[in-house]
């Protein structure tokens, strides 16, 4: 593998661990403009399923996907670099305001930091829930006002995930595996359906 392969995947995901405040979610559109935009290494398809893996595999949702980003890239190779280079500024950033945190945790001025962030974190988030279910739902087309362009079982597993997370509280990793189930069975049910 190229050495100049590792160092974008290196300094790419150096980016994205300096710039995701707020945890794995708050990073995926981070990793989406990286992976994706820019540098074209995965489809807005392998996107999605690289969040939905990461997000069921234990660990850290931006460590696992530079890891398996890195991993289909440049191989474990690959995989070292990605990773090193997503984690090794929160390292640095923690250790350092871990020191400053305690010894000026008193300060207001600390907490309106602290209370600055927490909007933008939320807005992040929240776009990169957006841009996995606008895929979802339309496709790489992007939203479409048409209803004949909605993806009709999607929705429904949608709706029905957010039912068993918001109202029934089930385990989310439960309702990842039970939305494939039911993805399946109804495609192979479709498929059973079209060779009669």
């Given at each position: 593998?190229?050495?100049?392969i590792?160092?974008?995947?290196?300094?790419?995901?150096?980016?994205?661990?300096?710039?995701?405040?707020?945890?794995?979610?708050?990073?995926?559109?981070?990793?989406?403009?990286?992976?994706?935009?820019?540098?074209?290494?995965?489809?807005?398809?392998?996107?999605?399923d690289l969040?939905?893996?990461?997000?069921?595999?234990?660990?850290?949702?931006?460590?696992?996907?530079?890891?398996?980003?890195?991993?289909?890239i440049?191989?474990?190779?690959?995989a070292?670099?990605?990773?090193?280079?997503?984690?090794?500024?929160?390292?640095?950033?923690?250790?350092?305001?871990?020191?400053?945190?305690?010894?000026?945790?008193?300060?207001?001025?600390?907490q309106?930091?602290?209370?600055?962030l927490r909007?933008a974190?939320?807005?992040?988030?929240?776009?990169?829930?957006?841009?996995?279910?606008i895929?979802?739902?339309?496709?790489?087309?992007?939203?479409?006002?048409?209803?004949?362009?909605?993806?009709?079982?999607?929705a429904?597993?949608?709706?029905?995930?957010?039912?068993?997370?918001?109202?029934?509280?089930?385990?989310?990793?439960?309702?990842?595996?039970?939305?494939?189930?039911?993805?399946?069975?109804?495609?192979?049910a479709?498929?059973?359906?079209?060779?009669?």
């Amino acid at each position: 593998m190229s050495a100049g392969i590792l160092w974008q995947l290196f300094v790419s995901f150096l980016q994205i661990g300096l710039f995701s405040i707020g945890g794995g979610y708050a990073a995926m559109p981070l990793i989406q403009s990286q992976v994706v935009e820019l540098h074209g290494w995965l489809t807005l398809e392998e996107f999605t399923d690289l969040v939905t893996i990461a997000e069921m595999t234990p660990g850290p949702i931006a460590v696992n996907s530079a890891t398996f980003v890195g991993t289909q890239i440049a191989g474990v190779e690959g995989a070292v670099l990605a990773t090193f280079g997503c984690i090794l500024p929160s390292c640095i950033i923690v250790s350092i305001l871990a020191r400053l945190y305690y010894k000026y945790k008193g300060l207001s001025l600390m907490q309106g930091i602290l209370a600055s962030l927490r909007p933008a974190v939320v807005a992040m988030i929240a776009s990169a829930g957006l841009t996995i279910l606008i895929m979802v739902l339309w496709g790489e087309s992007g939203f479409q006002t048409e209803l004949s362009q909605l993806n009709v079982l999607g929705a429904v597993i949608f709706l029905g995930a957010l039912l068993l997370l918001r109202k029934y509280k089930c385990n989310p990793i439960l309702v990842m595996v039970l939305a494939g189930v039911v993805n399946l069975v109804v495609n192979v049910a479709m498929k059973g359906m079209s060779l009669l």
